[in-house]
Each structure stands twice: as structure tokens, then as C-alpha cells.
């Protein structure tokens, strides 16, 4: 088993090339090749069975490197980028639609807002798949080296809703605009899943982080 181990991670080493992340890359697949192998030593296994499995659950030295060939055309700064303006993109047009709502007598806007403060629960929800989503594309994107990624992208990407709120709060923003969601109940809702955004960003990212392995 130490053999076919040897030879999985040379295969691996040789297809991974120049690539910059090579040695971290070797070690981490040493690493669950070892638990794969303790996991199956008490089982009664050809050498080819064995091989065999642990590349239907990894993939083989070529489809690995591969995959991580692909990931250097994703850069750090893009997919920070698409994740800030995709926060951008829900908060301004939160912002239009709560201005045209109050500002202007449209019909099917009206309808819009009616429907949207209907489901407070809903949107709360999506808006945390969000954030999950966010921690698991850079963690499977970058692995151990996105932490810090993350935390730069949620810092930039919440900056606009921590002004909205705290806007709201102290009242320079009239209340009656956010009606009916505007209860002492919801602001108290919304203070606590913010709080708990950065919590599950980190979960999203150690979820995306594992299954990058």
C-alpha cells in the first residue's frame, strides 16, 4: 500500500509540474491517501481494487492536476469582485426599489414591495445562502490560502448594508420607508443574523476548503 501511495503522489507531482502550490498540494493528498489506506487495510483488497477506489473518490494524478491547473485561472482579486458587486447588484436594487415604492406611485412596483415585505423569512434565508456560498467558493477555490481572501471579501462586501443599518437606525433614513418590516421584532432579527453572517461564511469556506481535497 506504502508503494501505491508513492506512486499515486509521484504521478501527481509529475502532472502538477511548475505549479506554484506543488508541495502544499502533495502534502495534503499524502495526507488523505494515509486515512484512505487506514480506512481500507483491514479489508481484503487487490492492490488494482485499491487503486481503483481511490481514484473513483479523488480522481486520478491527471484529473487532479487538471482541476488545479484550472484554479490558477481564477484569481483571488475576480473572485472577490464577483462577490462584492454581487452584493452590490441585491443592494441597490433594494435601495431603488424601496425609493421608487415611496417616492413614486407606480402600480406593479407597489405589488413588488407588497410581496417581498410578505416573506421577510425567505430573504433572510436566501441572503444567508449568500454568504455561505460566498466562504464555499473560496475555500474550493483556493483552499488554505483563502482565509484571508474571505475575510477581505465579507469586510468589502457588508461594508453598504452595516451604512444601511446603522443609516436606519439612528433615523436618518425615515422609518415609515420600511414598513410594515420595520418592527422592533425584525430589527432585532436583523441584528442578530448579522452578527452571525461572518460565522457562517467561515462554515461555507471550511465546507468549500474540504471538498477541494
Not at 128 to 140: D, T
Not at 159 to 177: E, F, G, S
Request: hydrophobic content about 50%; aromatic content about 14%.
Amino acid at each position: 500500500m506504502i508503494q501505491l501511495k508513492t506512486e499515486f503522489l509521484a504521478e501527481l507531482d509529475r502532472h502538477l509540474g511548475k505549479h506554484g502550490d506543488r508541495e502544499q498540494i502533495l502534502a495534503d493528498y499524502d495526507i488523505h491517501i494515509t486515512e484512505m489506506l487506514e480506512e481500507l487495510k483491514d479489508i481484503d483488497r487487490e492492490e488494482a481494487d485499491i487503486r481503483s477506489e481511490i481514484h473513483s473518490r479523488l480522481g486520478t494524478p491527471e484529473e487532479i492536476a487538471e482541476s488545479w491547473r484550472e484554479e490558477l485561472s481564477t484569481t483571488p482579486m475576480k473572485t472577490q469582485w464577483v462577490f462584492i458587486s454581487a452584493n452590490l447588484f441585491f443592494f441597490v436594487g433594494g435601495i431603488t426599489l424601496t425609493l421608487v415604492h415611496n417616492l413614486f406611485d407606480f402600480p406593479f412596483i407597489d405589488i413588488a414591495w407588497q410581496s417581498l415585505t410578505s416573506i421577510p423569512a425567505v430573504i433572510i434565508l436566501l441572503y444567508l445562502f449568500f454568504w455561505a456560498l460566498l466562504g464555499y467558493e473560496i475555500g474550493k477555490g483556493f483552499g488554505h490560502k483563502g482565509r484571508r481572501l474571505m475575510k477581505k471579501t465579507f469586510i468589502l462586501s457588508i461594508l453598504p448594508n452595516i451604512v444601511l443599518m446603522n443609516l436606519t437606525l439612528l433615523k436618518l433614513i425615515p422609518h415609515d420607508w420600511f414598513q410594515p418590516l420595520l418592527s422592533p421584532a425584525f430589527i432585532f432579527i436583523c441584528i442578530l443574523f448579522t452578527a452571525l453572517l461572518y460565522p457562517i461564511c467561515w462554515l461555507g469556506y471550511r465546507w468549500g476548503k474540504k471538498a477541494s481535497i
